[in-house]
T-cell receptor, first 113, second 106 residues
Framework: NAGVTQTPKFRILKIGQSMTLQCTQDMNHNYMYWYRQDPGMGLKLIYYSVGAGITDKGEVPNGYNVSRSTTEDFPLRLELAAPSQTSVYFC????????????FGEGSRLTVL | AQRVTQPEKLLSVFKGAPVELKCNYSYSGSPELFWYVQYSRQRLQLLLRHISRESIKGFTADLNKGETSFHLKKPFAQEEDSAMYYCALSNYQLIWGAGTKLIIKP
């Protein structure tokens, strides 16, 4: 099992560009999450999904979009990138049951210049 | 508002010394708390959860509702314990502390 796989690991964007962070999990988990982590801060929830076809906003959704067409994939779309979106992004998943047992990807470091 | 506070950004102790990573929380209900760890070049992973009252890699954490704390402790630090540690509170979603970087000096 690869677990949760995120791509790319690093990316530099120019202001106004768009990109998609990919996230795939092979554990058949229903729940998937996107977090961002800014320096010196805790993880902030951007979007989450409780199953294919169902997504919902987290704490900091502005500037992002997601889709969940399959159980495995949960891409995060950045439209019109801004310097404020410079951050490290983590995708995570979990099975049903306990909220706290998340499985994380390795993270994607995004810089917007 | 629900909040998790880890007051120390950095904690440095000598190998063999006791370690205590502090976590305080603000929550109106009955909390579920977790400690996550991220070793260098590894993924963030669950270390332990308060509900199971377990000891993982020699670490324990006790929920103190009176002091609203969930400190992570280990009696004798080892060099491989060097990592980032995050405390998290479950409220439908996880609410995260900012993390403490633990450095174990040889």
């Amino acid at each position: 099992n690869a677990g949760v796989t995120q791509t790319p690991k690093f990316r530099i964007l120019k202001i106004g560009q768009s990109m998609t962070l990919q996230c795939t999990q092979d554990m058949n988990h229903n729940y998937m999450y996107w977090y961002r982590q800014d320096p010196g801060m805790g993880l902030k929830l951007i979007y989450y999904s409780v199953g294919a076809g169902i997504t919902d906003k987290g704490e900091v959704p502005n500037g992002y979009n997601v889709s969940r067409s399959t159980t495995e994939d949960f891409p995060l779309r950045l439209e019109l990138a801004a310097p404020s979106q410079t951050s490290v992004y983590f995708c995570a998943s979990r099975a049903g049951g306990e909220v706290g047992e998340l499985f994380f990807g390795e993270g994607s470091r995004l810089t917007v210049l | 508002a629900q909040r998790v506070t880890q007051p120390e950004k950095l904690l440095s102790v000598f190998k063999g010394a006791p370690v205590e990573l502090k976590c305080n929380y603000s929550y109106s209900g009955s909390p579920e708390l977790f400690w996550y760890v991220q070793y260098s070049r590894q993924r963030l992973q669950l270390l332990l959860r308060h509900i199971s009252r377990e000891s993982i890699k020699g670490f324990t954490a006790d929920l103190n509702k009176g002091e609203t704390s969930f400190h992570l402790k280990k009696p004798f630090a080892q060099e491989e314990d060097s990592a980032m540690y995050y405390c998290a509170l479950s409220n439908y979603q996880l609410i995260w502390g900012a993390g403490t970087k633990l450095i174990i000096k040889p």
